[in-house]
């Protein structure tokens, strides 16, 4: 795909995380993977509303910028860390969603297996260890879940997201932040009830047939 369309795209999903209220003043982040291996990302302390083509900004795994003016998002280091792990990745999104951030806030992960269709596409939502915002720590938090899983809570932060393409990127934080508030709702009716490993199994038997993909077990029950 043409740098244009890419460009195209990445703002279309900030504004996405704008209009359902994913992100607040400037929070939130957005890359992708361009075919020559460089990134193309949101730029620091800019609203994703307000976003436009000509502002992003190109930076190699290296952090050395080479296109667009501006300085990169400063949560860029976490972006690098997902891409050097994750070949298969080629884009990423972080947000603060308010349900999925108030269960990071509370430091609780979106680990109980509850919804079929969230198993089969992410597995179990991890919470990483708190770490300070844009600084190298929340590269360190999150590394040893990047590997396994596609979405990740942010201890008193927010929740990153990452995927093949920017639209399953995308959905997969509105994924995170729809379960979190249906798992909100559900603790006021006594809790939601977990699959049990029987019903997992079977759900993984014909998930490749129903959903187009394959549950790992291994993964969910790590
Ligand atoms: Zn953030």
Do not use: W
């Not at 193309?40 to 302390?45: C, E, K, M, N, R």
């Amino acid at each position: 795909m043409e740098l244009t369309a890419q460009k195209q795209n990445l703002v279309k999903a900030c504004r996405k995380l704008a209009e359902r209220g994913f992100v607040a003043a400037t929070d939130g982040n957005v890359s992708l993977r361009l075919d020559d291996g460089t990134i193309l990302v949101t730029p620091s302390g800019r609203s994703k509303a307000d976003i436009d083509e000509d502002e992003l900004i190109v930076v190699g795994l290296d952090g050395r910028v080479v296109g667009g003016i501006g300085r990169p998002s400063t949560e860029f280091g976490m972006h690098t860390l997902i891409y050097r792990k994750r070949p298969d990745v080629r884009a990423i999104v972080h947000a603060h969603p308010v349900h999925a951030t108030a269960f990071a806030a509370a430091r609780l992960a979106l680990d109980k297996l509850i919804f079929p269709e969230v198993i089969v596409t992410l597995g179990r939502i991890p919470l990483a260890d708190y770490s300070t915002p844009s600084t190298a720590e929340v590269a360190a938090a999150i590394e040893p879940l990047v590997v396994d899983f596609d979405a990740i809570l942010l201890a008193n932060h927010g929740v990153v997201t990452c995927g093949p393409d920017l639209d399953d990127a995308y959905n997969k934080m509105e994924k995170v932040e729809h379960t979190a508030a249906v798992n909100f709702i559900a603790m006021q009716l006594g809790g939601a009830k977990e699959l049990t490993v029987d019903e997992v199994q079977r759900l993984a038997s014909v998930s490749e047939r129903s959903y187009g993909k394959k549950v790992d077990l291994n993964k969910i029950y790590r």
